[in-house]
């Protein structure tokens, strides 16, 4: 136990050694030292001139913003719908590929390690890309379009459900799997009965999850244009159209809430 | 009670006879057959709706493949600069953002919890983080960069507004479900509500803040990749301009660097919330 004396010899309780405090002293000393050289070279690339009028921006950027024009959300129904479509459409395409592949990279339904590897690789390389970049990449290659948006959110979903999904293959209870395999049951077999209905309710749940946050993403991948009513933010913001853009982020703001209600609902219901 | 006992039966007496079915996931038929209909009928509502250009999508193929190609001889050479200070932009963006964010997220992230905290203050601490959560980083960006100007600041404090709404959440789940008992325990010896937020309620939330800050790290690198699109800075900037001049090859040298520094990230993320929790 860390003990100091005082100058009389009385022992007297301390939380750290001496060691552990002036390395603790020094980590704090790297992680300021690390934060502010990173904040001057923010600051270096910043021009200051724009950042004081801040406040005077905001505030003119609001007043432009009210009150929203209520006549442009007519305009705003087809791609709203079209919003919805990639969302859900890419959430189903994006766990139709990813059920398959999170089997393939569960360590007790793997068929071989050297998959599992490139199954985990496939899961890695579509979590770590923001469904916007995969957007930038497929309308150059399909053209602007809800095609490039379905497949971006569906290429983006993989990672997310694949890897929640074998984690929870993972920690599926083994003695009905025995039980299955015990009476003669093939490996299909052994999958249908004995895994499949351990991982179902987190298979639903985990959909759901990811298709709120679909919806979400979606609505903004009109901004390098891929549909749905990003298409019509950023028309919006290159005419300089505020008072369309509040009734867009109003719309927006609505449809997430109602699709994080349903998705926490339809959660409950399940688990 | 009595129906679902009489299905139970008419199931034995199937299984006697040797036939088994599977249980259905919904019990309700009525439920089950609308929701399947309900299903067939949006998926044909919205792939009629979904219009695709064939003639474009073939012309497009070549790109594809020309970019496939680039992956396997990605150029890192020819915009070594560019490539470099995105990135620098980025990482510095990432670890200043995510460390005001914190700081921020905690004060809004106490009032935010229900057992601590009066109802006005959980009000407003949660209104806050509902806008926070329900825009895209992006949309915040757009906004930012109005009003901040070009350049990575204005990135800067679109993560962090976002890493606020994200942590505060959390954390005031967190402490809404810690063990009371030793609040108790610390208010009995006369505390103050400093003191206890110090000594109750800190020391039980610690290691849930630092894994989740070190996430959000991951998070927040991630998201530095894409605001640079609207122009507030970081390698998004850089990519978005290599794919609009199509050097595929750069693209896809820059995606390759973002993805190792998210292994990187993982992998270390996952490493520090093992040690702590």
């Known amino acids: 136990m860390p003990v100091s004396f005082t100058s009389q010899g009385l022992p007297v309780w301390r939380r750290r050694t001496t060691r552990a405090q002036w390395l603790q002293y020094l980590a704090w000393l790297a992680g300021v030292s690390l934060f502010l050289l990173c904040w001057k070279l923010i600051s270096d690339n910043t021009m200051w001139v724009f950042v004081e009028d801040a406040g005077r921006q905001g505030s003119d950027l609001i007043s432009r913003m009210m009150p929203p024009r209520w006549e442009y959300a007519n305009v705003l129904w087809k791609p709203m719908w079209d919003t919805l479509n990639i969302a859900t459409l890419g959430t189903v395409i994006g766990v139709m590929m990813a059920f398959p592949v999170a089997f393939l990279a569960a360590r007790n339904t793997t068929p071989h390690p050297l998959v599992r590897s490139v199954a985990l690789m496939v899961i890695v390389s579509s979590r770590s890309i923001n469904s916007l970049i995969w957007a930038m990449l497929l309308v150059t290659i399909l053209g602007p379009g809800v095609l490039a948006g379905i497949i971006a959110i569906a290429l983006r979903s993989i990672g997310f459900v694949g890897k929640l999904l074998y984690e929870a293959i993972e920690e599926i209870h083994p003695t009905p799997v025995e039980a299955i395999s015990a009476t003669g049951a093939s490996r299909m077999q052994v999958m249908n009965y004995g895994v499949l209905p351990q991982v179902m309710p987190a298979f639903a749940g985990i959909s759901v999850y990811r298709w709120d946050i679909n919806i979400r993403e979606s609505t903004v991948l009109g901004l390098v244009g891929a549909g749905g009513i990003g298409l019509q933010l950023n028309a919006s913001i290159n005419s300089l159209a505020w008072d369309q853009v509040s009734v867009i982020f109003i719309m927006i703001f609505a449809t997430v809430l109602v699709s994080e209600w349903i998705s926490a609902r339809v959660r409950h219901a399940i688990i | ?277």
């Open chain 2, 1 to 277: 009670m009595n129906t679902a006992d009489t299905l139970a039966e008419r199931r034995q007496q199937a299984a006697r006879r040797g036939q088994w079915r599977r249980l259905a996931v919904i019990e309700n038929p009525r439920l089950r057959w609308g929701l399947a209909i309900g299903a067939v009928v949006y998926l044909f509502l919205a792939l009629a709706s979904v219009e695709v250009n064939w003639a474009r999508v073939a012309e497009g193929s070549a790109r594809a493949v020309n970019f496939l190609g680039a992956f396997m001889q990605p150029d890192f050479i020819s915009r070594y600069d560019d490539i470099v200070a995105g990135l620098m932009e980025s990482l510095t963006m990432t670890l200043t953002s995510t460390v005001v964010g914190v700081l921020l997220a905690i004060p809004v992230g106490l009032g935010a919890a229900r057992n601590i905290s009066p109802l006005p203050i959980y009000l407003i601490c949660r209104a806050i983080i509902a806008v926070s959560r329900t825009f895209q980083e992006i949309i915040i960006a757009i906004l930012f960069v109005v009003m901040f100007g070009f350049g990575p600041l204005a990135g800067m404090i679109t993560l962090a507004f976002a890493t606020i709404g994200f942590m505060a959440k959390l954390l005031a789940e967190d402490i809404e479900d810690l063990d009371w008992r030793q609040v108790e325990a610390v208010r009995a010896t006369g505390a103050g509500w400093l003191q206890i937020i110090n000594q109750a309620v800190q020391p039980q939330v610690m290691p849930r803040l630092i894994g989740l800050s070190v996430y959000r790290l991951d998070i927040n690198f991630r998201e530095s990749a894409v605001i640079g699109i609207v122009g507030a800075g970081g390698i998004g900037a850089t990519l978005n301009t290599s794919l609009s001049r199509y050097e595929y090859d750069t693209s896809a040298a820059i995606l390759l660097i973002i993805i190792a520094i998210v292994l990187l990230c993982e992998y270390s993320s996952s490493h520090v919330r093992r040690w702590t929790q």
